[in-house]
């Protein structure tokens, strides 16, 4: 079992309430492999600058992420900068400087072709398109996007939308992509487009899964402080993905259920520091504890 | 076992994107018992005017809802006029006509002061004290409460805090009571002045519930379309504390989280229509029916 994601490597600079960093690692591949890795192999697809710094890939191939497919290009490592008001529910950014990723046309190693798990991270989808023009028959392709390609490339994305198992996307693209104001109505109209599946993130509120017939919740998991959302959702797509993955793709709605809880947890250690910084120190007895609670926090344990 | 309610009975006159009444059956006591009707006795205790409407309470009495403690004055009953957006998470109120509530004085007939569960509506928090102090040892005392004593009555509404086992209240009254921006926060501290538990409304996100160590979360009913959100929290307020009453008044965690699951699918039908027309075609299958969708919705029923 393995997944194949393709997304951004980035360097982040983010300012929060609480403090901040410059250049840090981040980017939606990044933060979905190695919360993914938990669960499954990986392999990553991207580019990146020869400005990127080796500790940052030792610390992705100590995970056992295979690398392979991240080109290192003339020129430097995609970058974003932004901050977060006390809300923290929003991103404002500052700086988006697409660098080597301008140029990027993503090419799979052979290797990765037979991958029988794909995830589209979040990126120009017409890019999404060509990498599954690339890959054999896999048994579960999943796709994140967001509101710019919303806005600029609805086709393209109603297009992936056709080819594609699971949609990951927040209220907010839900709201926009759908043009509904109720997440219902939206998830519902979503599905209808394609996907056999659609997860709404909400952050602070937790998710929905929605299927033809049915609407899943998970609540998130209930951390007193959120320090740095950056990255929460790829985070949650990576243990929403992962652990589909491990249970070898399976579609049903109690597997999927399940993998809702294990991305919430993922993404509940993800956003308590800056960057990866949490993720790196995190230990599978940590992420059971963790869904344990979330678990008797959703439901009586009588039923 | 019974509950003694306290709080409005109203006329509502409501706008919502979808249509409008005008002098409608409304008020947090009328929203509460007929919900509450369906788990336990209800006792009610309130004021009207002599313009009350008598099919009204026709209607309450049908759901053998106890009208003893109901007051009929001299003038006109209390009015509220107010209007939703199209995002109907907020009620923008145009006028409030106190009336014949200006002058109430909350006064129980010996019937209702050995009544085992006490529910304080959203009133003044001066006049939730003085109904409390009517009622021999009941073994469940519950409250809600709104921003208007929140900003003009905090130091009431505190003392109030100290009596209770159970304090119900929005989101944004969560974090103005508790200048909290953490729901999480919010909701610890508060529960950290008196209340055993504290109960969290979100809307369309669902409920929180807080015990002092723990936090559990029951999601929003899947509806497609809310048609007016008027009385939806007295209506959870009802299902929620009715339910718990039929359980003896058990305050285990188990019990509550079922509770907060009959809140939300009472909350879902009052949402469906005007005033209380939906819930008047409500029928214990329905309950049921809605129920069995929260459940499934909340957790993998392999766990």
């Known amino acids: 079992m393995s997944v194949v994601v393709v997304g951004s490597v980035a360097l982040d600079s983010v300012k929060t309430p609480f403090g901040e960093r410059a250049n840090a690692l981040g980017g939606s591949a990044v933060y979905f492999s190695y919360s993914a890795s938990f669960f499954s192999d990986i392999k990553l697809v991207g580019v990146v600058g020869r400005d990127f710094p080796t500790p940052h890939l030792d610390l992705l191939r100590r995970r056992k992420i295979n690398l392979d497919g991240l080109q290192v290009a003339d020129g430097e490592t995609f970058r974003w900068s932004g901050f977060y008001e006390y809300d923290l529910n929003e991103a404002k950014t500052l700086d988006t400087r697409l660098n080597v990723f301008e140029k990027f046309s993503p090419n799979l190693p052979d290797a990765y072709r037979n991958a029988d798990c794909v995830f589209l991270a979040n990126i120009d989808p017409d890019l999404q398109i060509r990498v599954l023009r690339q890959v054999r028959r896999p048994k579960l392709i999943a796709a994140d996007t967001m509101n710019l390609w919303i806005s600029t490339k609805k086709e393209s994305l109603k297009a992936l939308c056709r080819e594609i198992d699971i949609l990951v996307l927040n209220d907010g693209e839900a709201r926009q992509l759908s043009g509904k104001a109720s997440l219902i109505q939206a998830g519902r109209l979503i599905q209808s487009w394609g996907p056999k599946?659609?997860?709404?993130?909400?952050?602070?509120?937790?998710?929905?899964?929605?299927?033809?017939?049915?609407?899943?919740?998970?609540?998130?998991?209930?951390?007193?402080?959120?320090?740095?959302?950056?990255?929460?959702?790829?985070?949650?797509?990576?243990?929403?993905?992962?652990?589909?993955?491990?249970?070898?793709?399976?579609?049903?709605?109690?597997?999927?259920?399940?993998?809702?809880?294990?991305?919430?947890?993922?993404?509940?250690?993800?956003?308590?520091?800056?960057s990866l910084e949490?993720?790196?120190?995190?230990?599978?007895?940590?992420?059971?504890?963790?869904?344990?609670?979330?678990?008797r926090m959703s439901r009586p344990s009588t039923l």
Not at 211 to 232: I, R
Not at 259 to 272: D, N, Q, R
């Open 197 to 274: 599946f659609v997860v709404v993130k909400k952050g602070e509120h937790g998710v929905l899964l929605f299927s033809k017939k049915n609407v899943f919740a998970a609540p998130a998991y209930p951390l007193e402080e959120v320090f740095d959302p950056t990255g929460a959702g790829d985070t949650f797509a990576g243990g929403f993905i992962g652990y589909l993955n491990k249970k070898g793709n399976r579609l049903d709605e109690n597997t999927l259920h399940q993998a809702l809880f294990y991305g919430t947890v993922m993404a509940s250690f993800t956003v308590e520091k800056f």
């Open 278 to 295: 949490r993720l790196l120190t995190v230990r599978p007895p940590d992420i059971k504890r963790r869904l344990t609670v979330l678990h």
